[in-house]
């Protein structure tokens, strides 16, 4: 039995209200010619519009019954709700929008740039429990441009109900003509489909493939048990923005422990813990703790991890590189598998109203990288100037290197798998990182810093061609109630000789960030680039991040990864920009010399 959400409920009504009068506003500044948007990427702000939508406006509801119904998919304006397990593993309709599609390939199409001879031949694992049309799409994007040529081969682990539609679908992509001359001998696309289900044994069925990247979009585990739970409202901070916040928030899962989804947003919002508190009760027919009754009543989703974790032990054995697309599987659960895998790239409020976590891991390669390293390191001081180790000394310095790359900049460590010459950048970003440490120390009594790399936010430039540095030091810094920013921007290089575009590179992402983060400019995007920031910070490696003056127990009680108070302060641009700086440091390897420090007139040192 389905339930279905009209527009014309007073959520719906809410949530289409803010999108007009937002909307209404850009088109009175566009008109009058006073719209202002970050001039170094003005179409990120049109694309977030393009992909709004009211879904699980509100997300939970009360059925006929009083049973408890989840809002499962959009129809227009209106929303179909659902019991929790009402999903048909058979069914072949998208659960995964265009946008995440779109993000996926983009994921596969950077992993054929760092193994550019893969255009020859990619193969690919994607196990699916829904959704027969997410490999053909997936195949379409990355098959376009650049790569329209490349060889895929490709293994589907699905439901048998699915293979119909799957293969209906592969063979309406386009090909071209193997008949004519100088084409390729072999079919552009190989597809091989195994068979699966709950009780299927994925290890048996995976044993004999091996593939470059495998992917797995929203994998239905169907193990999550539900909970009431009941919280006072003093406990609540921050303000719920209907068109940026997700109305759903996840928590929990370190050391591979259950995740816990609240369906209700992070930040305070007295509609929705208002109909959350009659939804639950009107189930249960009287508050969780009858001593509170004043309190708001919530419910929960627990997601034993545990029992999808064999899954994804699985896989990274069989694949270079795996893409989880999931909406309530984040960093830690993948970092808590014995192998512990390296997160390459997190990503979140991806998709559609931002509903999908993005994550892509890879459980090879670090002795590989290494050993690159230490050949790369014996080859710079094998020259007459050069400083000779021994080889002991060389290898755990590159072992060192390695971890530290991997915790400011983990794309870039997988990515030495690839194109040898990304083993000089690695070393020279690590050159540049300590310069930066050395040159602008932190001292904070009460506040966070956060190392950002850029490369994994290429979208924010422009894309992968898009000129950027390579890191961004973020620091908040809370002093007798005000809240100062400091960032700094860094660019490292290992070259023979010296090379100017880094310069270039820094003032870019310079000028990026005076444009978002300069108070007084009145930009129409500023509070979406800050949310965007504020997401990229709380998606680092934690060792990436340091936290000044506020305990564990803090961030866990407000159930966010960086303190309250610094983030709302940001969030709301209650804050004053108190240095932007750029660091840009060149190693030539092949001189001899000093350290020498040249300060611009834009402020590089």
Known sequence: IRDSMLPSHPFKLRWLARYLHHTEDLALQAITGTLLLNECN?????????????????????????????????????????????????????????????????????????????????????????????????????????????????????????????????????????????????????????????????????NDIQCDIAVIPQFRHNKETIQANTENLDNRSGKYDPLIDRPVSVYGGTHGGDITVSMRPKSSDAELDAWSTLVVRRERKRPVSAQEPENTDFLELVIAFSDTARLFEIVHKHAHWVITLERYIRREQIESLDSRPDILTVKENIGSSGLYTLIVSSNVGRRFIIDRLERKLINITAGPNGLRHSEGINRELSSRIYEETRKISPRLALQAMGISRVTEEILGLVVAEHIAKSRFPIQLENGAAIWISLDEHQDWFGGITGTRADLARIVFDSTNGELNVDVLIVEGKLRKAYDPHGVEQVETALSFFKNILATGHGLKDSRLWRENLLLAMESVNPEASDVFGYSESDLHVQRHRLPAELREGFREGEFKLRSLQGLYSICLYDQDGDLMIETKDTGLL
């Open 42 to 206: 003005p179409e990120h702000y049109f694309n977030w519009l393009d992909s709004l939508s009211s879904h699980q406006q509100p997300p939970l509801a009360s059925g006929a019954q009083g049973n408890y119904i989840f809002a499962d998919s959009e129809n227009g304006w209106s929303e179909s709700f659902g019991p929790l397990h009402h999903a048909d593993l058979q069914s072949s309709s998208t659960t995964v929008d265009q946008l995440s599609i779109t993000e996926i390939s983009s994921q596969i199409t950077t992993y054929l740039h760092a193994h550019p001879y893969k255009g020859d031949g990619l193969s690919l694992l994607i196990i699916l429990s829904q959704s027969a049309s997410i490999p053909a799409e997936i195949v379409r994007k990355i098959r376009h441009g650049e790569w329209k040529n490349v060889s895929i081969a490709l293994h589907i682990i699905a439901p048998k109900g699915l293979w119909e539609s799957i293969t209906e679908q592969i063979e309406k992509l386009p090909t071209h003509d193997r008949m004519n001359v100088g084409s390729q001998l072999f079919p552009p696309m190989q597809l091989r489909l195994y068979d699966f289900n709950p009780d299927s044994n994925l290890e048996a069925i995976i």
